[in-house]
T-cell receptor
């Protein structure tokens, strides 16, 4: 398997623009996670899905952020409108088992977002 | 929620020396503690983990120890090699079985191993 795939790897946009980050989890994995990594706050869980259904979005910073998982092989994280403080590396991860806390989460390479 | 603190934030060692990274957590309900390694330009990868019913676990040159009473856990790397250079993250979570406990990460330790 190719692992978790994320696109784009780098995104530079201007404040106010819509940004869409994409993720393809490992085939057969039941759980998908979106994380954000910044120097100030470290790694934070934004939202996670189980069998394509959003389970916990309490980590989503505000209404400007939204995430979808239309099928088992694709998820998006959208920011509209984007702001400079959204600049970060966004990771997607997936895991397999019913005990996702303790099963290995496989991270993608991340998308480095810069909002000017 | 859980609060995980990690020290040091940077660590430089000579090749062959040992490296120790320490973490503390606040929530006594946390019972699973994974460690992740993040190389430059890549996502974190699980390298070792430990559960609260175990005090120590070893995998070749890597070992983790857990003191549940003191809420401390540590990563030990022996005979360090330049390829061990990376950012290491500790994390803590409550294992609830079939429901997800949120992983709380430490802030990371940049380990540099000099040849």
């Amino acid at each position: 398997d190719a692992g978790v795939i994320q696109s784009p790897r780098h995104e530079v946009t201007e404040m106010g623009q819509e940004v869409t980050l994409r993720c393809k989890p490992i085939s057969g994995h039941d759980y998908l996670f979106w994380y954000r990594q910044t120097m100030m706050r470290g790694l934070e869980l934004l939202i996670y899905f189980n069998n394509n259904v959003p389970i916990d979005d309490s980590g989503m910073p505000e209404d400007r952020f939204s995430a979808k998982m239309p099928n088992a092989s694709f998820s998006t994280l959208k920011i509209q409108p984007s702001e400079p403080r959204d600049s970060a590396v966004y990771f997607c991860a997936s895991s397999l088992k019913r005990a996702p806390s303790t099963d290995t989460q496989y991270f993608g390479p991340g998308t480095r977002l810069t909002v000017l | 929620g859980e609060n995980v603190e990690q020290h040091p934030s940077t660590l430089s060692v000579q090749e062959g020396d040992s490296a120790v990274i320490k973490c503390t957590y606040s929530d006594s309900a946390s019972n699973y503690f994974p460690w992740y390694k993040q190389e430059l330009g890549k996502g974190p990868q699980l390298i070792i983990d430990i559960r609260s019913n175990v005090g120590e676990k070893k995998d070749q040159r890597i070992a983790v120890t857990l003191n549940k009473t003191a809420k401390h856990f540590s990563l030990h790397i022996t005979e360090t090699q330049p390829e061990d250079s990376a950012v290491y993250f500790c994390a803590a979570v409550e294992d609830r079985g079939s429901t997800l406990g949120r992983l709380y990460f430490g802030r990371g330790t940049q380990l540099t191993v000099w040849p």
